[in-house]
């Protein structure tokens, strides 16, 4: 189990990226306002994660701690994070978003492994 968090993790549940209704968060300022005040969660790993303003990431997974920083650049949600002792390695990431309520990141710049979280 602990294996499958950390997969998902590093995509920060892996799926192809499609174009199925999600639409690219383009600048920081509306990524800010989508997540300030909510919480992006994976309920198959009781994982939830709070992106704050300040440049922290924070939340939990299968009962351990996640930590991190972000930063936006060029386009794209980049970040460093760590499970528990586990580091998960920086990358930077598409962002899209669904009906405001569902977010997809998809690491290496939307060319690889995507999570699409609830926001709740």
């Known amino acids: 189990m602990k294996h499958a968090v950390l997969t998902t993790l590093l995509a920060l549940t892996p799926l192809p990226a499609l174009a ?18 909510r ?10 994660l709070r992106v704050l303003e300040n440049g922290a990431i924070e939340g939990s ?5 996640v930590t991190g920083t972000w930063s936006w650049q ?14 998960i390695p920086y990358n930077c990431q598409l962002v ?8 997809r990141f998809t690491v290496d710049q939307g ?8 926001l709740q």
Do not use: H, K
């Open 74 to 87: 060029n386009g794209y949600f980049c970040r460093e994070m760590a499970w528990g002792d586990e580091p």
């Open 61 to 65: 997974a299968v009962g351990s701690p």
């Open 20 to 37: 199925d209704g999600f639409a690219p968060v383009r600048d920081e300022q509306t990524f800010v306002s989508l997540v300030q005040d």
């Open 39 to 48: 919480e992006l969660r994976i309920f198959l790993y009781g994982l939830r």
């Open 111 to 118: 060319a690889g492994d995507s999570a699409t979280f609830r």
């Open 96 to 103: 899209e978003v669904e009906g405001g309520d569902r977010m």
